[in-house]
């Protein structure tokens, strides 16, 4: 199986604070699949570490303010253009996050306070019809 995956869930140090989410169930599953490793926001263009964002409705917005919706969304075209080559059977995610959440996010207020929804990465790999499931559904 070809399985798509945040890079942070690998241990890449590609976070907004420059760390990693390290899964080990994630990481076990390269024995028997192939992972293909993507972070859409740095992938899309945002420095590593970064102002942490949050989703707004429609838009990512910086702790500071800064509109970064515009990264977001290139960054999850990325992830779609690998899930699409790679023909993946379905996608491990990291969970909250404004681009690779799915089902519960962050409420856009930097409290810590979340809200049903997906990050926008999430949203496009759902709308074309792939299945997402986040490191804490596996």
């Known amino acids: 199986m070809n399985i ?4 942070c869930l690998l241990g890449y140090n590609c976070r907004y604070k420059g ?3 390290r899964c080990e169930k994630v990481i076990a599953l390269q024995k028997e699949h192939n992972l293909i490793p993507v972070c859409p926001e740095s992938e899309g263009g945002l420095q590593i570490p970064r102002d942490p964002g949050e989703r707004v409705g429609d838009k990512v917005i910086s702790k500071s303010g800064k509109d970064i919706t515009k990264e977001y969304k290139k960054g999850a075209e990325i992830a779609l253009k690998l899930a699409q080559d790679n023909h993946i059977d379905y996608a491990i995610m990291k ?5 690779c ?7 856009g207020t930097f409290t810590g306070n979340k809200i049903p929804g ?3 990465a999430v949203d496009l790999l759902l709308e074309n019809g792939f299945t997402v499931y986040t490191e804490e559904e596996i």
């Open 118 to 120: 997906n990050g926008v």
């Open 4 to 7: 798509l995956v945040s890079k």
């Open 19 to 21: 760390d990693n989410a």
């Open 95 to 99: 969970a909250k996050s404004p681009s």
């Open 101 to 107: 959440g799915k089902g519960l996010i962050y409420d």
